[in-house]
């Protein structure tokens, strides 16, 4: 029997997942603001979820679970983009978009079942706050409307913060019209130069946080079963969201579940511009990245843990992948998921404990298992096959195989500096290099060019 753990950051505890309606259920999860190209921590949470997804069509049904990812279209960010670029708002957003689908679709994740666009729900948004302040949650202040945060009293149980932690965190505006310092907006004006709308409040934009209350609504209704995002989200975006959904419908609960997946490092570090390890998804992919081998990495560590990419990781995980789709070249899936596989997926998406069971298949020359299970988690899909060619270990050659010989002969006899020096020989020729058993074992990599071997002295 099928029975899913999830840890819900609102109870703080790992629950049986128990869908308020099995037939229909529901799941939201913070998209990208679509400004710029998504950098490789926005992809974590799309790989994460998309996992869950899987898990959710495997148990209820593809037909009985309902996805939705907004796009975050009007934003201050945007019209910041577009004036230093000197270009039109929905050419940028609608650019940002196709960017965004594409490189996801390149690490594998499916499209959700909805993928709305803020702009498009701008009367939902409005009725919402005429609600919110017509039940006295929200007030009108210099063209502006707040939401009153001391009228919910749950307001920071999600994070668990206090005032003074919540103030520090959400780098409040300090602003004379606030009747609290925490209290967020739902409604600006907007001057000629920025997009806007008509409002019972004068022409304006929404704030940040109404948008995901109100879409989650119209779509998913005023109960649903999961709502995920980056932990960085927590405060104040979800936080706000909590607040001003139920304020605005007493008689749901939102959402049944929080999840939030943890931050992404690179080699130990934050990301950062400044620090000069700040890449893009495309970065990686027009480097010769394959999307799969990211996707791998992203999996191979739990997502209630920090992740940490590095260069080792990635070469790793493309030999990994090029090992296995060797193996299981031309071999039917199997039908059924592995038990130990499975259950590992449905203990909170413990996705390392599933790739283990991967290796283990791999090891136990499990092959029709391998393929069948990997497929489940968006790997071995043979969409990517070019990225893995298959004819690497066949390769034979002369002086690439005394190269090789030389390389085991010198750690043999511990000598370490000629057996990198050869190591980064190979490695330079395009070829994913590691050692089994004291043996040196090579894969042609994605920028292998048999010429450079052929020109070898």
Same mark, same amino acid.
């Given at each position: ?333 199997? *039908? !059924? =998921? %592995? ?6 997926? $449905? ?6 404990? +599933?790739? /283990? ?40 050659? *002369? !002086? =690439? %195989? ?6 085991? $002969? ?6 370490? +500096?000629? /057996? ?38």
């Amino acid at each position: 029997m099928t029975t899913i753990k999830l840890h819900n950051t609102k109870t703080r505890h790992k629950e049986v997942f128990t869908p308020l309606n099995p037939d229909n259920v529901r799941m939201y999860v913070c998209g990208p603001t679509v400004y710029d190209r998504a950098h490789l921590g926005n992809a974590r949470p799309v790989v994460v979820f998309d996992v869950l997804y899987r898990l959710l069509r495997h148990v209820y049904g593809a037909e009985h679970v309902t996805y939705v990812r907004n796009f975050t279209d009007v934003d201050d960010k945007i019209n910041a983009r577009a004036a230093a670029d000197g270009r039109k708002i929905g050419e940028i957003t609608e650019e940002t978009i196709g960017w965004f689908l594409k490189d996801m679709s390149a690490l594998g994740a499916l499209e959700p079942d909805a993928m709305p666009r803020a702009t498009a729900f701008i009367p939902q948004m409005v009725a919402m706050i005429e609600d919110l302040i017509a039940k006295g949650h929200a007030y009108e202040a210099e063209g502006h409307v707040l939401f009153a945060v001391e009228s919910y009293s749950d307001y920071g149980a999600l994070s668990g913060r206090t005032v003074d932690d919540m103030i520090a965190g959400a780098r409040v505006e300090v602003a004379p019209y606030k009747r609290n310092p925490m209290d967020f907006v739902l409604w600006k004006p907007s001057s000629g130069d920025l997009p806007g709308w008509d409002s019972p409040w004068g022409r304006g934009r929404p704030g940040w946080h109404i948008e995901c209350s109100a879409m989650a609504y119209e779509l998913l209704g005023e109960s649903f079963d999961i709502h995920g995002g980056g932990n960085d989200l927590m405060f104040p975006h979800h936080e706000n969201e909590i607040a001003q959904s139920c304020c605005a419908h007493p008689e749901g609960g939102f959402a049944q579940v929080w999840m939030h997946n943890e931050m992404l490092q690179v080699e130990g570090k934050k990301m950062s511009k400044s620090l000069g390890n700040f890449f893009t998804v495309r970065d990686l992919l027009d480097q010769g990245v394959p999307g799969e081998v990211i996707r791998f990495v992203f999996l191979s560590t739990h997502y209630r843990k920090p992740m940490d990419w590095t260069a080792e990781k990635a070469r790793e995980a493309h030999y990994i992948l090029h090992r296995w789709r060797q193996a299981t070249l031309g071999i039917k899936p199997s *039908e !059924k =998921l %592995d038990v130990n596989f499975l259950s590992a997926i $449905e203990d909170d998406l413990n996705t390392a404990g +599933a790739m /283990a069971e991967l290796h283990l298949m791999a090891r136990q020359g499990r092959r029709s298992d391998l393929l069948r299970n990997a497929r489940f988690l968006g790997l071995l899909d043979e969409e990517n096959d070019d990225f893995f060619p298959v004819t690497g270990t066949g390769l034979r050659h *002369e !002086k =690439l %195989d005394a190269l090789v010989a030389e390389r085991d $002969e010198a750690r043999a006899r511990k000598d370490f +500096a000629r /057996a990198d020096e050869i190591r980064e020989f190979l490695l330079g020729l395009g070829l994913i290099v590691s050692d089994a058993n004291g043996k040196t074992i090579w894969h042609m990599g994605p920028d292998f060019d048999l010429s450079k071997v052929e020109s070898l002295k």
